[in-house]
């Protein structure tokens, strides 16, 4: 499916850009869904939203893409920090 991730000299940072940028955010949300449960509080009570990760930058990017997924509300301030691990 993606020849260019293991072929010597391939350029493939555009192939590996291309599938985190959709991953991180659903790796976000199944994290995120885990921690919500078990502060047994509702999403509406959610006020910040902090994401980090050390790939896949993108604008907008995976904390909007996650807010979107778990369905918060435009309010929640979020930040988003790359390249902190």
Not at 20 to 30: A, M, N, T
Not at 36 to 43: A, D, F, L, N, S
Request: net charge positive.
């Amino acid at each position: 499916e993606n020849p260019n991730m293991c072929a010597y000299m391939a350029p493939s940072l555009d192939a590996r850009q291309n599938i985190v940028v959709v991953e991180i955010p659903k790796l976000g949300k199944e994290a995120a869904q885990k921690a919500i449960k078990e502060w047994g509080q509702p999403k509406s009570k959610i006020t910040h939203l902090i994401f980090c990760t050390t790939s896949g930058v993108d604008m907008p990017g995976a904390d909007y893409q996650l807010t979107k997924l778990l369905g918060l509300r435009p309010s929640v301030k979020r930040f988003m920090m790359y390249q902190q691990g």
